[in-house]
């Protein structure tokens, strides 16, 4: 249990930082391009299936049935 426990901490910090990161280059992103709506879709994207699967564990419904 100790060594899934740590895992998954892991996974959610790992997925933290990346969710940072996605942010940063959004921001930056959004204030460099005149019209950025269109150039921002992609990380919207990222961001939402990185919430998906790690914090609200989508995959485990369809994967293992866990529900």
Do not use: C
């Amino acid at each position: 249990l100790a060594a899934r426990y740590k895992v998954m901490i892991r996974r959610g910090v790992i997925a933290a930082v990346l969710l940072a990161v996605l942010s940063v280059a959004e921001y930056f992103l959004a204030a460099e391009v005149d019209n950025a709506t269109w150039y921002m879709v992609p990380f919207m994207v990222l961001k939402g299936l990185v919430i998906l699967d790690v914090f609200m564990h989508v995959r485990a419904l369809f994967g293992q049935g866990a529900h």
